[in-house]
C-alpha cells in the first residue's frame, strides 16, 4: 500500500489537506489528515491531488485521429492526453461513411482495453445525423436522416462500447432513434443542428440529454425563437459542452452557460482534433485540410473552426482566469459532470474509496505534474 502526500485534495463533496491518500494495488483508499503507518509515502508537498480528467468529446490529439481507422491512432492518443489531465475519454468519430464508421467502431471495440494510457471509455459518434445548415467543420456529403439499423450494426461491431450518439433532432425518425438509442444505453446529444426550442424539447422529452459545444453548430438565441442554444440553458436535466479556449465562446457566454446551467450540468470538452500538441502549421479533419495558428483550427476552405487544439488541462485554467468559477468548480466540470453526463461517473471522475486510482497532480496554477492511472504514474512533466 502507498500513501500520496500533498498540500490539497479534490475529493467529491470537499476541497480538503494537506493529508495523505492512500492507494491500495490499482484502488484507491481512504483519505487522511495523519500519516498511516508503515506505507510508503510519495511526497507531493506543494502540490496538489484532482481526480483525472474524462472527455467526452475529443477526435484526436498527437498527429493522429480516431478516423485514422488504425490501432496505432488510437495508441497515440491514449499515450498522449494524459500530459493533459486526461486519463478516461470517448473515442469520438466524425461523419463519415457508413463503411469507415463500421470499421472505426469495430476498431475501437477490439483495442480499447489494449492500450496503454488514458482509458476509452467507449464511443462518442458524432454524426452523420445531422443538419447540413450548421455542418461546421462536418462532410454534408455524408448526412441523413437517423437510421436505428446503423446505431445497432455500430453497437454490435464495438461490443456495446457506443456510450453517446449526436444527431439533429429536427431530421425524420428523430425522435424514434432516440427512443431507440436511450432503450440501449446509449446517451443522445443534440448538435450540428437548425433544430426549434420545441423541437429540442421533444427530443429532450424522449431521452436527449446533452447539448455538443453549446452556441457551435447549432441554431441560436431569438427572443421569439429561443432555438436549439435556447433549449439547451433553460431546458431541464440535460448538459451543455463547452469549448472554452477562447475562439469558441467569449468568456461572458462561457459564464452564461455556467450561471444557466450550473456547475453539475456544465461540461468542459476539447473537441480537439489531431493537431492538438504538435503546434503550428497544417493539419486535417476528417476529409477537409485545416492550419493551425495561434492556437486555433480553422478550415483552409472557408477559415471556420475545424474542432480546437484545446486540452482539458487548459480549459480548466481559463475558467479560473476568466473568474467563471473556483479551481475545486472547474475539476469538477472536467471530470465528475462529463463522467455523469454519459453514465460513467461509478466508473471514472472522482476520487473515493474502492475507485480505479486515476488522479492527477497538480501545481498551484493547475498545471498537470503528473498523472496515475490505476495506482501507477503514467506520465510527469
Known amino acids: 500500500m502507498t500513501a500520496i502526500y500533498a498540500d490539497k485534495f479534490f475529493l467529491p463533496d470537499q476541497e480538503t489537506g494537506p493529508g495523505y491518500l492512500t492507494i491500495e494495488g490499482q484502488y484507491f483508499g481512504e483519505f487522511s489528515q495523519t500519516p498511516p503507518a508503515e506505507e510508503e509515502v510519495i511526497n507531493y508537498s506543494g502540490y496538489q491531488i484532482a481526480p483525472g480528467y474524462v472527455d467526452t468529446h475529443i477526435h484526436g490529439y498527437g498527429g493522429a485521429d480516431v478516423m485514422d481507422l488504425n490501432p496505432q491512432a488510437l495508441e497515440t492518443i491514449s499515450k498522449g492526453i494524459p500530459a493533459n489531465g486526461v486519463t478516461s475519454y470517448l473515442a469520438t468519430t466524425l461523419t463519415a461513411s457508413k463503411e ?15 492500450l496503454p494510457g488514458a482509458k476509452i471509455a467507449g464511443i462518442f459518434l458524432e454524426g452523420p445525423f445531422f443538419s447540413e445548415k450548421y455542418k461546421g467543420a462536418q462532410n454534408p456529403a455524408y448526412m441523413s436522416d437517423p437510421q436505428i439499423s446503423d446505431l445497432a450494426d455500430w453497437q454490435a461491431l464495438s461490443k456495446g462500447v457506443v456510450k453517446k450518439i449526436a444527431i439533429a433532432p429536427e431530421r425524420s425518425g428523430a425522435l424514434e432513434f432516440i427512443d431507440y438509442a436511450k432503450d440501449q444505453g446509449i446517451y443522445v446529444a443534440i448538435a450540428h443542428t437548425d433544430a426549434t426550442f420545441d423541437q429540442c424539447q ?14 457551435n453548430g447549432m441554431k441560436g438565441i431569438h427572443h421569439r425563437e429561443p432555438g436549439t442554444a435556447g433549449a439547451g440553458l433553460v431546458l431541464d436535466n440535460v448538459f451543455a459542452e463547452m469549448i472554452c479556449d477562447g475562439f469558441h465562446l467569449h468568456p461572458a457566454i462561457a459564464k452564461l452557460i455556467t450561471k444557466a446551467r450550473g456547475v453539475n450540468e456544465s461540461v468542459l470538452i476539447t473537441d480537439c482534433m489531431r493537431g492538438g500538441g504538435i503546434g503550428e502549421g497544417e493539419s486535417r479533419l476528417g476529409e477537409f485540410p485545416v492550419y493551425i495558428k495561434d492556437g486555433a483550427a480553422r478550415l483552409k476552405s ?3 473552426l475545424a474542432g480546437s487544439v484545446l486540452t482539458l488541462a487548459k480549459a480548466v485554467q481559463n475558467m479560473v482566469a476568466w473568474g467563471i468559477v473556483s479551481p475545486a468548480q472547474a475539476i469538477k466540470m472536467a471530470s465528475y459532470v462529463p463522467a455523469a453526463s454519459v453514465g ?22 493547475l498545471a498537470v505534474k503528473a498523472t496515475y492511472i490505476n495506482g501507477q504514474e503514467f506520465y510527469q512533466s
Open 302 to 304: 472557408d477559415n471556420h
Open 202 to 215: 421533444a427530443a429532450v422529452d424522449h431521452g436527449a440529454n446533452i447539448f455538443v459545444h453549446e452556441f
Open 344 to 365: 460513467l461517473a461509478d466508473q471514472c471522475g472522482q476520487i473515493a474509496p474502492g475507485r480505479l486510482a486515476d488522479f492527477i497532480v497538480l501545481d498551484k496554477d
Open 100 to 114: 469507415d464508421l463500421d470499421q472505426a467502431c469495430q476498431l475501437i471495440g477490439q483495442y480499447k482495453d489494449q
